[in-house]
Each structure stands twice: as C-alpha cells, then as structure tokens.
C-alpha cells in the first residue's frame, strides 16, 4: 500500500462534522514538512504523473469561482505554468505548501511562470482556501477528476482507510461532494505555454514536497 496514506500521525483537521461547515485544518511546523533531497527531485513515485515531454490532454474543470476552465484556458496564453495538485483542504500540509506558495508567488511572477493549484475540492471548499490565504492565482476545483486523470495524479483511498480518514474527523466526501473516495497525489508539472510538461514532480509521501526555493531553481534552470 502506498507509503502516502501511512499512520495518520499528521496534525488533525477540524473538519466537518459530516455536512456541517468546512473548516481548513492548523498549519504545521514547517520542520514537519521536509523537502526532498535534490537529487530527488524530478522523481514520478510508481512513474504516476505525466513524464516530461508528454502533452497535457484535454480537460475541463471550473474555477473556486466556479467559472469553467480548460487545458487551453490555462495553457494556450503563451505563458508557462507550475501546477500544483493537492490532497484537498482538509490536508494541513497541503495547506502549509499553499501558504508557502502564497507568499511566496511575487518570485514565480517575476519568472512569468503563473502557479495554478488544482484539487478534488468542491468549489466552495476551494473558495475557503483561496479566501483563508488570499490567492492570488487560480484554485481549480476538480471534483470529478477530469484534471486529475489527465495529469494521471489520481490516488484512491480504500474502503478501510476512507473509514480510518473519518476516524481522525477527515470526511473526503463532504470536501469533494463525491462518493469516489479519490484525490490527488502530491505532485507538481512545470508546463509550457504549448502545454507540455517539461519538469515533474510526483511524491506518495504526502509530507514531503518540493520547497519554494527548489521550485524556482527548476524554474530557472528551465530556460523558459
């Protein structure tokens, strides 16, 4: 089974009682959440995710606004993009990387590199996150996973762990507003503005992600 869903010792949301209000979990200590090495980087656990080279298919999806878009909304503006999918709102580290990132955008925006963060989150649990850090670039909401398959990111809980996750008060559904029990690797795609991938980055380690820095020293080293 997939080190990603491991022992939930991570810091608890103060999720939903089943239907109630969406509520974003505390941050944990950045220490918590180690970047990999760097000779790590690049690296697609289990070759899940698009390879570099490979040109994201076709998919619609809609904004946290709710208004729609698509692969070539997003990748036919002749700019490149970094994509990041996340666990959903309910995931603490998830959160911790969106602030990150936040803080952070000035930097991916002097690269004229737009940062698009996409999960199976209903739109209104999306439009939480975006107003709780004050985005300010796009937050797709993908319930029906049409991005997720395209970038090939999809990871399915088990009818035992979707009861573990409710255990530690984390309802998938109540946050995607879908019985599928599925949501995203943790993983980010540097796309071009032709709409190829020429970076990747897939962990099943949910508490290990690529810091900012790394981030943008791939960027950099891109040549975009």
């Given at each position: 089974m997939r080190k990603l869903l491991g022992v939930l010792t991570m810091v608890l949301v103060t999720a939903p009682a089943w239907g109630g209000e969406l509520t974003l979990p505390a941050l944990p200590d950045a220490s918590k959440m180690p970047a990999p090495a760097d000779a790590a980087l690049g690296v697609r656990d289990g070759d899940a995710g698009l390879a570099p080279g490979e040109a994201v298919p076709p998919f619609a999806a809609v904004t946290h606004e709710g208004k729609a878009v698509s692969r070539d909304s997003l990748f036919k503006q002749g700019k490149p993009a970094l994509v990041i999918?996340?666990?959903?709102?309910?995931?603490?580290?998830?959160?911790?990387?969106?602030?990150?990132?936040?803080?952070?955008?000035?930097?991916?925006?002097?690269?004229?590199?737009?940062?698009?963060?996409?999960?199976?989150?209903?739109?209104?649990?999306?439009?939480?996150?975006?107003?709780?850090?004050?985005?300010?670039?796009?937050?797709?909401?993908?319930?029906?996973?049409?991005?997720?398959?395209?970038?090939?990111?999809?990871m399915a809980l088990t009818p035992e762990l979707y009861e573990t996750y409710k255990g530690y008060g984390i309802d998938v559904e109540a946050w995607s507003g879908q019985t599928h029990h599925k949501f995203a690797l943790s993983s980010a795609f540097l796309v071009d503005a032709q709409g190829v991938v020429t970076w990747a980055h897939v962990s099943e380690d949910y508490k290990r992600r690529p810091s900012v820095a790394q981030l943008l020293s791939v960027i950099d080293a891109a040549r975009l």
């Open positions: 999918f996340y666990r959903g709102g309910w995931c603490p580290y998830c959160n911790l990387q969106i602030r990150q990132l936040t803080e952070a955008y000035p930097q991916f925006a002097e690269r004229n590199v737009e940062l698009v963060l996409i999960s199976a989150d209903k739109t209104d649990a999306a439009a939480t996150a975006q107003r709780r850090y004050d985005i300010p670039f796009p937050v797709i909401s993908d319930p029906t996973l049409a991005a997720h398959e395209a970038f090939r990111v999809v």
